[in-house]
């Protein structure tokens, strides 16, 4: 079972940027997302990037102002994000879809494996 940790998160001002990093315990050969929490609320769809990173879906609400990328080499998948809102202000996952290499589910029943999340703050 590969394990998921998150970082990069904090407190930011309405129109600032962040990078959140996620870092596997081994090489994941599948599709991986990032998903965000916001308080009260279900997890919802942020970003994915294929296996070998050369495909991305982004919700709506992100597109424009956040890139998913990831490095297979370093294990690591990257979710930068510009503009930030308030409505962004969310815990952020990073997430496995082990069935899934060249095709990007936005549904978090596509995904297994999760890591604790990281706390994104806009304030206004």
């Known amino acids: 079972q590969v394990q998921l940790a998150e970082s990069g998160g904090g407190l930011v001002q309405d129109g600032g940027s962040l990078r959140l990093y996620c870092v596997a315990s081994g090489r994941i050969f599948s599709t991986m997302g990032w998903f965000r929490q916001p308080p009260g609320k279900d997890r919802e769809f942020v970003a994915g990037?294929?296996?070998?990173?050369?495909?991305?879906v982004y919700a709506d609400s992100v597109k424009g102002r956040f890139t998913i990328s990831r490095d297979n080499a370093k294990n690591t998948v990257h979710l930068q994000m510009n503009s930030l809102k308030p409505e962004d202000t969310a815990v952020y996952y990073c997430a496995i879809a082990p069935s899934l290499t060249r095709y990007i589910g936005r549904n978090e029943s596509d995904y297994d494996q999760w890591g604790q999340g990281t706390q994104v703050t806009v304030s206004s």
């Open positions: 990037v294929t296996w070998r990173g050369d495909s991305s």
